[in-house]
């Protein structure tokens, strides 16, 4: 599939996912948690993360989780930090790292989902957080200066680009001197050709297209990047992982 191809069928796929939504709903029945089903294993979505953090934000926000991590705890955030969440779908991430920033910090959320981004600005409003953007956006080419950012997080959606190369070198761009990533994402094992990973799942399905961990590591140092660790914490399809992705700009 070319880029474009590849980026209609994700965008495709998560729009259908925020439909089913019902943003003005305070219980999660008015969603269809089978309307999430997005990726190719069970290993997705909100068991990541703490019980009292799901009770934090809108319902609708913590059923439309379809990560495979949790990147606001992973990258340890502190009041008064400007952070950045790549693919911020209904926008848990982002309202649980404004809850982490606190006040004085803040958090921005780039998506390219319209469907998404009107779910996120929903539920921004019913948590009531106002240190929060969501702009639209793709995350090859990410809607902010540089040098704007102290962290870059993102859960699940790095596998998702078909330009990660130019998605690292992103991240790079807009993060501060000393800022720093924490990202969950899904990570091959580097003996697996891109067959067998295709035999695993599909591109949308967050399986065919995860970098192994040595392609993350090199792509992560070409930039720039220093510090750099990966570690997996689950599997979720034969030799893929979820990882935490860590590294600090200098």
């Given amino acids: 599939m070319t880029d474009s191809n590849i980026r209609e069928k994700v965008r495709k796929r998560y729009a259908e996912a925020a439909t089913a939504v019902d943003p003005s709903c305070d219980d999660s029945s008015c969603c269809s948690a089978d309307a999430f089903n997005t990726a190719d294993s069970g290993d997705f979505g909100t068991w990541m993360y703490d019980a009292s953090e799901l009770t934090s934000v809108p319902d609708g926000a913590a059923l439309a989780a379809l990560g495979c991590g949790n990147p606001t705890a992973v990258a340890e955030l502190v009041p008064g930090e400007t952070v950045l969440d790549l693919g911020s779908g209904a926008g848990i991430d982002v309202l649980l790292s404004a809850k982490r920033v606190g006040p004085e910090g803040f958090v921005y959320g780039i ?42 997080i993102s859960n699940c959606v790095i596998n998702l680009s078909s330009d990660k190369p130019r998605v690292l070198a992103e991240m790079f761009r807009v993060l501060n001197p000393g800022g720093r990533i924490g990202i969950s994402d899904v990570v091959a094992d580097d003996e697996l050709s891109e067959a ?16 192994s961990f ?8 070409e930039v720039g990047f220093i510090d750099i660790s990966i570690d997996p914490t689950h599997t979720v399809a034969e030799g893929m992982h979820s990882a935490i992705v860590k590294a600090h700009k200098p």
């Fill in 111 to 152: 998506d390219m989902t319209d469907e998404m981004l009107t779910l996120a600005r929903d539920h921004q409003e019913q948590a009531g957080a106002t240190n929060v953007e969501f702009r639209k956006g793709i995350i090859e080419d990410i809607p902010l200066d540089d040098t704007t950012v102290d962290v870059v």
């Fill in 196 to 211: 067998e990973k295709l035999e695993r799942g599909s591109w949308v399905g967050c399986i065919a297209g995860a970098l």
């Fill in 214 to 221: 040595n392609e993350y590591r090199q792509g992560l140092e």
